[in-house]
């Protein structure tokens, strides 16, 4: 097959990139070609994300002015089918002029939450409800846009519902969780059209870097509201003093969250590390004892804990979003009721505090990463899934 992946960043920024160029490089090593269209604006070290695909174009429908549209792009490379990831906006096929198989991996809560994560701003709890009338009540029509006279911009549902209605009309949608299945599911996608396909980390399997004897805590993601850091840090605030953190990673919350663990009082015990390249993130995951993933927002999936898993290390994570298909809750680390910041310490302190514990519970997830999200297998599936929808 030949497959246009479509994007609207170009090179490493976080999970969905990720997914991109691990998928596209699996796919090429099964012998089919992959091509990327792309927004101009959104490039981060490109040249390595590149090489992974035969052919690159910024696209016109991703704000790459000047550029060629989609269909163009499609008809030039002569694709078989697109295969949508972070868009804004689904052309149609008579937008696009081109009469192909189309496909999405839906990584994020956009089309079905304007206000893009899943939990009510008014009290920060995860929603289980399809869009509708709710969103007009918690002002999910409502954006946070700095730099302009009100501080916010308003955003209509109507169009949000017609985005998620074009997106209907698509022959395949992958989602990473259970949870996301039924997002979909309830929010007017036909079931038979929605396939569970966890994006699995791209790596050789190794045996971990031993449990070190110093316990310490790990945080690797983006530094944004959703992903929970300032729950962590009042976790945090409620061990004893001689148990601390890195963070790793960058986002518009690190200057409020440095603030707020100053706050706390545990400015010696938090390291802030900004962006880490992916492929220096193993002596961090060598000198923790435990991952937490206190997110706020529902993960679509949860990459990071099949990270952590390859490490050999234990995962400590709130119970929202797809954390529960991945996390065994006693075997491969501690699944912790939503915002529950006392039961997420109580779970951190188990595991510093009893390195047998922590070690037993590591080498379970590496066990059951190796068996059931080998990349190989993800690659099989997605290809029996795509060839499905195309043939």
């Not at 052919?55 to 002569?78: M, V």
Request: aromatic share 8%; glycine share 12%.
């Amino acid at each position: 097959m030949k497959i246009l992946f479509v994007n609207e960043k170009l090179g490493w920024f976080g999970g969905v990139e990720q997914n991109v160029g691990d998928t596209a490089d699996g796919l090429r090593a099964a012998g089919h070609s992959c091509f990327l269209a792309w927004g101009e604006k959104t490039i981060r070290n490109p040249d390595g994300f590149a090489q992974l695909f035969e052919g690159t174009a910024p696209c016109r429908e991703l704000g790459a002015a000047g550029s060629e549209s989609l269909g163009a792009i499609a008809s030039r490379f002569a694709v078989d089918m697109i295969y949508f990831h972070k868009i804004g906006h689904i052309p149609t096929r008579a937008e696009l002029g081109v009469n192909l198989p189309l496909a999405r991996m839906v990584h994020d809560h956009d089309l079905c939450c304007p206000r893009h994560h899943k939990y009510f701003v008014h009290n920060a709890h995860v929603c289980h409800h399809p869009a509708g009338w709710r969103c007009w009540i918690d002002l999910a029509w409502v954006h946070r846009a700095p730099g302009t006279p009100l501080g916010v911009t308003f955003g209509g549902l109507r169009a949000h519902r017609a985005e998620r209605e074009r997106n209907h009309t698509l022959d395949l949608c992958l989602v990473g969780s259970r949870f996301m299945k039924r997002e979909l599911e309830m929010n007017g996608f036909a079931p038979e059209r929605v396939y569970i396909l966890p994006p699995v980390v791209k790596r050789v399997p190794r045996e971990p870097a031993p449990m070190p004897d110093e316990p310490h805590i790990l945080f690797v993601g983006q530094l944004i509201r959703g992903k929970g850091v300032d729950l962590l840090l009042e976790a945090i605030a409620k061990l004893p003093p001689q148990y601390g953190a890195t963070i790793v990673g960058e986002g518009n919350a690190r200057e409020g969250l440095q603030a707020r663990a100053q706050e706390l009082g545990l400015g010696n015990r938090i390291r802030f590390t900004g962006w880490v390249p992916n492929e220096s993130l193993d002596k961090y995951y060598a000198h923790a004892r435990v991952l937490a993933v206190p997110v706020r927002w529902p993960e679509p999936f949860g990459m990071i804990g099949l990270e952590a898993m390859h490490h050999g290390r234990p995962v400590v994570a709130f119970a929202t979003g797809g954390i529960p298909d991945w996390l065994d809750d006693g075997k491969t680390g501690f699944l912790i009721g939503e915002r529950d910041v006392e039961g997420f310490a109580a779970g951190l302190l188990k595991l510093l505090e009893d390195k047998d514990l922590a070690t037993r519970l590591g080498q379970n997830g590496w066990e059951k990463v190796k068996s059931e999200y080998s990349f190989d297998g993800y690659v099989r599936s997605l290809v029996t899934l795509l060839e499905k929808v195309s043939q």
